[in-house]
């Protein structure tokens, strides 16, 4: 190469870097593991089958849950140049910081470097130096074909205000802001700038991956189950039991995990244990009592070993409320009416 253009790569490279951030890793003082997410903006058009193997995602309902995708969606569908998908991993803390477990892994093809490996192939959510860091390799500049290499997602498994949430990897959008990002998550600006160490809101940059908590889903969780705590992100689902039991959060439903069995072949081919919930009405998981009341118990899903699906039962109540006026509405049209009032007043404020 010669120096002129050894001198127009170096400009580009240092051009890019001082415009497009770099990733960094999540805070994470916590020695926990954990599930987390994290965009992925493809840099060009691909599918969800060649995203799912190159994050080594072991099954594509994996992807689809946390994209809120039919389960019935094509491992063959088109993701489009800068479309983002999210990608669920498995999250491991160790000396104050939070990286993927030892996963995804990528297999050096011929021309390779690590800084086209961090820039182009996994789109700048991990610098080259981080994965130079992890895989122990002494010379950036000697990497050879074949050799796996780890590439070390951010990811955090801290509790965040006394809450436990799902870490999520955010990569800003171009015109997005902290505000925005907040307001679209339902969490602060302020939680957002001290969990990422942003002094100034109008440091944010497009590009940079945001350590965003999502509010999980309340639950019934055994803490002696294989999956505790299973923290499910709003408007997601995830597959767990050895594939026996799906879970999907829907802050509609009263932010309370709900949990159903699946027809989904068992992980290791056996028969998925009883899900029967003890005491009156034999209710298995995800059955409700029929009552002429407002009350209701529901067989709740709490956890697994490898021999046995914890249940429990769970009274729900869609009693009245009492409005200002003494009238009796039920619980579960609150959101709704309250939203009306809104809209209303809001007529009436622009008349």
Same mark, same amino acid.
């Given at each position: #190469?010669?120096?002129?253009?050894? /001198?127009?790569? !170096?400009?580009?490279?240092?051009?890019?870097?001082?415009?497009?951030?770099?990733?960094?890793?999540?805070?994470?003082?916590?020695?926990?593991?954990?599930?987390?997410?994290?965009?992925? *903006?493809?840099?060009?058009?691909?599918?969800?089958?060649?995203?799912?193997?190159?994050?080594?995602?072991?099954?594509?309902?994996?992807?689809?849950?946390?994209?809120?995708?039919?389960?019935?969606?094509?491992?063959?569908?088109?993701?489009?140049?800068?479309?983002?998908?999210?990608?669920?991993? %498995?999250?491991?803390?160790?000396?104050?910081?939070?990286?993927? @477990?030892?996963?995804?892994?990528?297999?050096?093809?011929?021309?390779?470097?690590?800084?086209?490996?961090? *820039?182009?192939?996994?789109?700048?959510?991990?610098?080259?130096?981080?994965?130079?860091?992890?895989?122990?390799?002494?010379?950036?500049?000697?990497?050879?074909?074949?050799?796996?290499?780890?590439?070390?997602?951010?990811?955090?498994?801290?509790?965040?205000?006394?809450?436990? *949430?799902? %870490?999520?990897?955010?990569? *800003?959008?171009?015109?997005?802001?902290?505000?925005?990002?907040?307001?679209?998550?339902?969490?602060?600006?302020?939680?957002?700038?001290?969990?990422?160490?942003?002094?100034?809101?109008?440091?944010?940059?497009?590009?940079?991956?945001?350590?965003?908590?999502?509010?999980?889903? @309340?639950?019934? #969780?055994?803490?002696?189950? /294989?999956?505790?705590? !299973?923290?499910?992100?709003?408007?997601?689902?995830?597959?767990?039991?050895?594939?026996?039991?799906?879970? @999907?959060?829907?802050?509609?439903?009263?932010? #309370?995990?709900?949990?159903?069995?699946?027809?989904?072949? %068992?992980?290791?081919?056996?028969?998925?244990?009883? #899900?029967?919930?003890?005491?009156?009405?034999?209710?298995?998981?995800?059955?409700?009592?029929?009552?002429?009341?407002?009350?209701?118990?529901?067989?709740?899903?709490?956890?697994?070993?490898?021999?046995?699906?914890?249940?429990? /039962?769970?009274?729900?109540?869609?009693?009245?409320?009492?409005?200002?006026?003494?009238?009796?509405?039920?619980?579960?049209?609150?959101?709704? !009416?309250?939203?009306?009032?809104?809209?209303? !007043?809001?007529? %009436?404020?622009?008349?």
């Amino acid at each position: #190469m010669g120096s002129a253009t050894l /001198l127009l790569v !170096l400009s580009i490279f240092i051009s890019g870097v001082s415009v497009i951030p770099t990733a960094e890793g999540f805070n994470c003082t916590s020695n926990a593991t954990c599930r987390a997410i994290v965009d992925y *903006v493809s840099p060009n058009t691909t599918t969800l089958l060649d995203i799912q193997t190159r994050f080594g995602v072991k099954n594509l309902r994996s992807i689809l849950g946390v994209n809120s995708m039919p389960l019935s969606t094509s491992p063959n569908q088109t993701v489009q140049s800068k479309q983002k998908i999210r990608i669920p991993f %498995h999250c491991a803390c160790a000396n104050g910081s939070g990286t993927s @477990n030892k996963r995804p892994v990528y297999k050096v093809q011929p021309g390779d470097d690590l800084y086209h490996i961090a *820039v182009d192939v996994f789109s700048r959510l991990v610098t080259y130096p981080q994965i130079q860091a992890v895989n122990h390799i002494k010379d950036a500049n000697l990497i050879e074909k074949g050799q796996e290499l780890w590439i070390p997602l951010p990811c955090s498994c801290d509790d965040v205000d006394g809450s436990k *949430v799902v %870490h999520y990897g955010h990569v *800003v959008e171009a015109g997005s802001s902290v505000d925005q990002i907040a307001s679209v998550y339902g969490t602060s600006p302020e939680t957002l700038l001290r969990l990422n160490g942003i002094a100034n809101a109008k440091d944010l940059q497009a590009g940079a991956v945001l350590d965003v908590p999502l509010r999980a889903c @309340n639950s019934t #969780m055994n803490s002696s189950s /294989l999956d505790y705590p !299973l923290l499910v992100a709003n408007g997601t689902y995830v597959f767990t039991a050895k594939n026996c039991i799906k879970c @999907n959060c829907d802050a509609a439903n009263n932010s #309370m995990l709900q949990c159903e069995p699946t027809d989904i072949k %068992h992980s290791e081919g056996e028969t998925c244990p009883s #899900m029967l919930c003890g005491g009156t009405g034999n209710l298995y998981i995800g059955n409700l009592t029929s009552s002429s009341s407002c009350n209701r118990t529901r067989c709740a899903y709490s956890g697994y070993t490898n021999e046995t699906i914890f249940t429990t /039962l769970v009274n729900e109540s869609t009693c009245p409320v009492s409005d200002s006026n003494g009238s009796k509405i039920c619980s579960s049209w609150v959101p709704l !009416l309250i939203s009306a009032h809104l809209g209303l !007043l809001f007529l %009436h404020l622009f008349q």
